[in-house]
């Protein structure tokens, strides 16, 4: 009989424990700030904007606030530092986890966060050529690699995604193809189509939407396109509403074993107390299935996929295993 007593009593303290959240967290007339160390207008923005319009349905009354620094690290250490209340959001990649560890930033995500929620299971890029390049697949690009007197070059944000997304595409299909390549700082993505298209540069990757239009004007070609597992050309022309050619395959129809799975994940400052982390990702969780959101993130090209924390928290450390075992196999690691 005390057995049950205690265990009614547990029951009746965690629900009291979760009611008395609900009231002070995400309440009508409370607002909810997501710092994005990221340039508004650009895609991590965007995504953010359409997440926050669906939450603003799903939370009447509660103000979701969007503040944006051109500097990622502005944003970072805001994010980081601000108060553990449940009421201070920002959003990662595994992308700034790689950016540190190459010694691009002060804040590694590992350390100043907790890692709340996966959004997005990631979006398919185009990997692209100049017009006029003597290789119009990826097969074709690796013969070219290794037989031309020429190294192509690759623009590429050095130590970030960009980056490793060509590093270990190539160190899958033959390490020894990333040293007969060129790679150099491209920047944003304006600048790679900007580079590719008046042949400063022979290769970049970029989304799909820039892909398809540049294309269409005759300024580079389509070699294939990388990302998540589920991305393949139909999948993809399904996700952002276009009829595909065979040149948007993706490296997986085109014979190699390789995706590049990197999701959008929600954040809250290291140390916040777990019941808040719990409720912040319950109420994340109930995107799944909002119109909103999953027109947005299609329109955004994002594959939706929010995970409860057991599953986000597993995801996030895959990634992370993958890209620092990368870095530390290709001696990148300029910061442990």
Request: aromatic share 8%; proline share 3%; charged share 15%.
């Amino acid at each position: 009989m005390k057995k049950i007593i205690a265990l009614l009593l547990t029951v009746v303290l965690t629900l009291s424990c979760c009611a008395a959240l609900a009231d002070e967290i995400w309440a009508p007339g409370k607002t909810v700030f997501i710092d994005v160390g990221a340039r508004a207008g650009g895609g991590t923005d965007l995504i953010i904007r359409y997440i926050t319009q669906a939450l603003g349905e799903l939370n009447p009354g509660v103000n979701f606030v969007v503040n944006n620094y051109d500097v990622a690290d502005v944003g970072l250490g805001k994010a980081a530092f601000a108060e553990p209340n449940g009421l201070n959001l920002s959003v990662v990649s595994v992308g700034n986890v790689t950016n540190y560890h190459f010694g691009s930033s002060n804040f590694n995500p590992e350390e100043v966060f907790t890692i709340v929620s996966r959004l997005t299971a990631g979006g398919p890029q185009a990997y692209v050529a100049t017009a006029g390049a003597p290789y119009s697949n990826f097969s074709e690009l690796v013969e070219y690699i290794r037989t031309s007197d020429k190294k192509v070059k690759i623009g590429v944000n050095m130590g970030a995604l960009s980056h490793l997304s060509w590093l270990s595409a190539f160190n899958t299909i033959d390490p020894e193809l990333n040293n007969m390549v060129n790679y150099v700082q491209s920047g944003g993505e304006a600048d790679k189509l900007t580079n590719i298209a008046s042949g400063s540069i022979d290769l970049a990757n970029c989304s799909m939407n820039n892909a398809i239009a540049y294309e269409a004007d005759g300024k580079l070609v389509v070699l294939g396109i990388i990302g998540p597992e589920a991305a393949t050309r139909e999948s993809t022309g399904a996700l952002v509403g276009a009829e595909l050619g065979e040149q948007y395959a993706s490296l997986k129809e085109q014979g190699y074993d390789y995706s590049l799975d990197v999701g959008t994940y929600m954040t809250l400052p290291a140390g916040t107390d777990p019941a808040i982390v719990e409720y912040v990702n319950a109420k994340l969780l109930e995107l799944n299935g909002n119109e909103t959101f999953e027109n947005g993130m299609k329109t955004m090209g994002q594959f939706t996929n929010v995970t409860n924390l057991e599953e986000t928290q597993a995801a996030w450390a895959a990634e992370v295993d993958e890209f620092v075992g990368l870095m530390r196999d290709l001696d990148m690691m300029v910061v442990e």
